[in-house]
């Protein structure tokens, strides 16, 4: 049932009071996303030399002429950090026993704890791993038990676990114990609110408030990324840092009485007494003036749930056809590839010269720019183009930046670039996909997509450590994976000013022949429905 017509307009005042308390949830999701960036922070390090070392205190740029013959150098004339001479086998060398930590930008984090560097790095990355696979759990089973218990119950307990647990984390000072209890932030911190809220939002405002919301939603995830460099640039304590982070879920406390439960979903469930309570509310608030006649539309509701086809239609059908397998693959490798390389990104800002708050600052930061155009082109120039030239482009930039002097001013630039382009291809894919799919398969195909973004977000850590191999190869193959993709794009049809497809057989319809390619050549086919009107039932409907 569309409610934007009962509520008087697209994005009134209680859309808005809704959508603030919704789009918080963005915000920790953020938060959460990164926080070991700083929390299991990898400074710079070097082997603990007895004799000239008195503490694992140092601070970068060791002194390199005291150390010449205690320590090799590496192919770049740099102190290998690794290895060091073995007094008794001659010039021969050997892992360190003990290591010193830059101090510079940071007093403790988990991996100078537990010394998860050289050999033991994979430990530490392990763990960012293990909370995206918490994020990519939380994205397979809340968003299907919001469908069942309603995503205000689910946002409301996602974000009071968040809470327990993103305190709680910053005390276990084992590892095993730690990761599971990351793993469950990831369910809950990153996870179960901002979906729920996210699928809230787009269920409240209006078809023509959905583009800028939902890429209002991407631009405060961004800030949660900056809300991370924040906070570990002015508390140096671990410990202390993550307490901070934890605390965010207080932000949350009052959503129990002030956020409302979705409309829809109520009307969906056969509480169409509730739903038309809160319709009532909103046009209260949004002071329209329009009376509502809770009878009428509840015998309205009776007739039409009696008159409803309840043809079923799930997963699998989005792989029985040939038109839609196709378009479901194609989507699904682009969820993957911007996931893959939008975290690649991210996670990279503590090797990138300089100070690393300032570069995980920045990181979030350039993501804005890249927002603010999409929204204002997104319903010019179309979903397929700037999907496809927005991951070509950030592509481009990561085998680039690879093949350019690591930590210079020049590579940073260009992979400050990729993490624009790639951001705004990332904002992108969700509404293109909302609108690619047929109703009856939308939420199973969103989350397919979704699946995929955390499965790739949970290789991205595995990925990085490629580099002990060569240091171009995560960004090489970050940047061509982006690049199949974005090329991939271009067979999808232009979903812009059509009608979305509603049944199966609409969906395998639904772009036949409208290929990027076909446009350049004059050949494109229409990919209009043959009744769009039957998309939105209510825009004539009676007001009582």
Not at 77 to 91: H, T
Not at 253 to 259: A, F, T, V
Not at 497 to 522: H, L, R, Y
């Amino acid at each position: 049932m569309n409610f934007n017509p009962l509520l008087s307009c697209d994005f009134g005042r209680y859309q808005a009071c809704q959508f603030f308390l919704q789009i918080l949830s963005a915000l920790t999701a953020g938060l959460h996303m990164l926080s070991l960036v700083t929390v299991a922070a990898v400074p710079e390090h070097r082997c603990f030399i007895d004799g000239l070392d008195n503490s694992s205190y140092g601070y970068f740029p060791w002194n390199k002429e005291d150390f010449l013959h205690s320590i090799p150098l590496t192919s770049t004339g740099d102190l290998d950090s690794c290895r060091m001479f073995s007094s008794a086998e001659g010039n021969s060398s050997i892992p360190c026993n003990a290591y010193v930590y830059d101090r510079t930008y940071y007093e403790t984090s988990r991996t100078i704890d537990w010394n998860f560097v050289c050999n033991r790095r994979w430990m530490g990355s392990i763990v960012q791993t293990i909370f995206m696979l918490g994020v990519f759990t939380g994205a397979v089973t809340l968003g299907g038990l919001a469908d069942k218990v309603g995503r205000k119950t689910v946002f409301c307990w996602s974000a009071l676990l968040q809470l327990i647990l993103g305190v709680a984390v910053a005390f276990i000072p084992e590892y095993f114990s730690f990761m599971v209890a990351r793993y469950f932030l990831g369910i809950f911190g990153s996870a179960g609110s901002y979906i729920c809220g996210f699928v809230l939002t787009m269920e409240l405002v209006g078809t023509s408030k959905r583009t800028a919301c939902g890429i209002a939603f991407q631009a405060v995830f961004a800030s949660g990324i900056m809300l991370v460099a924040g906070w570990g640039a002015v508390i140096k304590d671990r410990q202390i840092l993550q307490i901070v982070y934890g605390l965010h879920g207080l932000i949350f406390i009052g959503h129990w009485w002030l956020l409302d439960e979705s409309p829809r979903w109520l009307w969906m469930q056969g509480r169409c007494g509730e739903a038309i309570d809160i319709v009532a509310k909103g046009l209260s608030t949004n002071r329209s003036g329009i009376p509502i006649d809770k009878d009428y539309f509840l015998q309205k509701a009776k007739m039409q749930q009696s008159a409803d086809d309840k043809t079923s239609a799930g997963l699998g059908d989005l792989f029985k056809t040939p038109n839609l397998r196709m378009k479901t693959l194609n989507v699904c490798l682009c969820w993957f590839a911007n996931s893959l390389v939008y975290y690649g990104l991210s996670l990279s800002s503590g090797k990138l010269k300089g100070n690393p708050f300032l570069m995980l600052f920045i990181m979030g930061l350039v993501e804005f720019p890249s927002y603010i155009v999409i929204v204002f082109i997104l319903d010019r120039l179309g979903r397929r183009s700037i999907t496809s030239t927005l991951m070509i482009a950030g592509g481009l930039c990561c085998i680039v930046a690879a093949n350019m002097a690591q930590g210079s001013s020049a590579s940073t630039a260009v992979v400050m670039m990729g993490k624009l382009f790639i951001a705004g291809s990332f904002a992108v894919i969700y509404n293109y996909s909302a609108e690619l799919f047929p109703t009856v398969v939308r939420n199973s195909a969103m989350g397919l997509g979704s699946m995929c973004a955390r499965l790739s977000g949970a290789l991205t850590p595995l990925i990085t450590l490629l580099d002990s191999f060569d240091p171009k190869i995560p960004a090489v193959t970050f940047g061509a994976l982006a690049l199949i993709s974005g090329i991939w794009v271009m067979f999808l049809p232009e979903t812009m000013d059509k009608a979305m497809p509603e049944s199966i057989e609409d969906g395998e319809n639904f772009g036949i022949g409208d290929t990027w390619f076909a446009q350049c050549a004059g050949r494109r086919e229409s990919t209009e429905l043959e009744s769009p009107e039957q998309m939105v039932p209510l825009k004539t409907m009676d007001k009582k």
